[in-house]
């Protein structure tokens, strides 16, 4: 059974950054399309970044240059880095996983974590 647990998140000033952690059970991260979703108030969950099993990165356009997407493979747990972060940042962020699906639609993912909170305040 796959489990997917994040923790990282929190309050924080805008401009400040954060990292959050996506601890994996049951897949291989390597092995595996890991995905950060976020999904604010009233809003659709949103395609935030992508580390593809083959080590390419994907990011969406609002996060390009201030977040990264990172893996350690020996501890199966996938990052996103944060800085720069700004009020629209705030929302739930997710982890989502699958063994072949390597876009940016959420409904492709198979496996989702449980979210983690981000606040930014102006």
């Known amino acids: 059974q796959v489990q997917l647990v994040e923790s990282g998140g929190g309050l924080v000033q805008a401009g400040g950054s954060l990292r959050l952690s996506c601890a994996a059970s049951g897949l291989t991260v390597s092995s595996s399309t890991m995905g950060w979703f976020r999904q604010a108030p009233g809003k659709e969950r949103e395609f935030v970044a992508r580390?593809?099993?083959?080590?390419?990165?994907l990011y969406a356009d609002s996060v390009e240059g201030r977040f990264t997407i990172s893996r350690d493979n020996a501890k199966n747990t996938v990052f996103l880095q944060m800085h720069s972060l700004k009020p629209d940042d705030t929302a739930v962020y997710y982890c989502?996983?699958?063994?072949?699906?390597?876009?940016?639609?959420?409904?492709?993912?198979?496996?989702w974590g449980q979210g983690t909170q981000v606040t930014v305040s102006s």
């Open positions: 989502a996983a699958d063994p072949t699906y390597y876009g940016v639609e959420a409904r492709r993912y198979e496996d």
């Open positions: 580390f593809r099993r083959g080590g390419s990165t």
